[in-house]
């Protein structure tokens, strides 16, 4: 039996990908990949829930979408900080995980844990490569590439994934994160992305981005490599 290609998205807090890229994981396990997530904080400083709560919300959004593995990195909400430590954390999990392919915030964002986010695991991915730098049984592995997801702000863009058949279904993964994003009910203070104006706009920017693509709902991505094509993709971009 061949071994499933791994496929890794990282995020600043729990959330950001089932927010960001929850269309792309789901299309990508229903292909049959071996999907996972690593958070790197636990949004401990989310102004609406609680350390608690989140772990609840990410544990249902996880099961509803079929992902093979996740876990939280624990570093300091607010305080990812790109040292030694920190990117030894990745690099634990990028060379127990062997993704081909990993997925990481754009570095740059109205979110400032974003920004060192994308850094962090950039450098990490780099790093990861190297055998002189040891991390006990774990060996070197460098996975074979990078690309980079769109939070709040707009990003280069080098393809979009083309999410229309799971758009319904990432809704409803998003609802597993009731503190989070728009419940009418709530009592909490309203955030950015708590709002309704960001609910419609999650819609807004599938469909914007899918329209580009001649296709329903799209999720975009930027890849900092050229992306290699022959005669047979050629005709698939
Ligand atoms: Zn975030």
Do not use: W
């Amino acid at each position: 039996m061949t071994k499933k290609p791994v496929v890794m998205f990282i995020g600043a807090h729990p959330d950001d990908i089932e927010l960001n890229c929850g269309g792309t994981v789901l299309k990508l396990v229903e292909s049959g990949k071996n999907v996972g997530i690593i958070d790197l904080t636990e949004g401990e400083l989310s102004t609406r829930g609680n350390r608690r709560s989140r772990v609840l919300e990410t544990s249902a959004a996880s099961k509803l979408l079929g992902i093979s593995f996740r876990e939280n990195l624990k570093i300091r909400d607010g305080s990812i900080e790109i040292n030694k430590i920190n990117r030894e954390k990745i690099i634990r999990v990028l060379r127990k995980y062997k993704p081909e392919i990993v997925f990481a915030p754009y570095p740059n964002d109205r979110h400032p844990d974003h920004i060192y986010a994308g850094n962090l695991i950039r450098e990490s991915v780099f790093y990861s490569g190297l055998m002189k730098i040891r991390t006990g049984n774990l060996k070197a592995f460098k996975p074979g590439k990078l690309y980079f997801y769109r939070s709040a702000i707009d990003i280069p863009v080098s393809f979009i994934f083309d999410i229309s058949s799971v758009f319904k279904k990432k809704l409803e993964v998003l609802k597993c994160y009731r503190t989070q994003f728009y419940d009418s009910e709530s009592k909490e203070p309203e955030t950015f992305i708590s709002s309704s104006f960001f609910r419609n706009e999650i819609e807004a920017r599938a469909r914007h981005y899918g329209f580009k693509i001649g296709a329903e709902f799209g999720e975009p991505y930027y890849s900092y490599d050229a992306i290699r094509i022959n005669d047979k993709t050629i005709f698939e971009i």
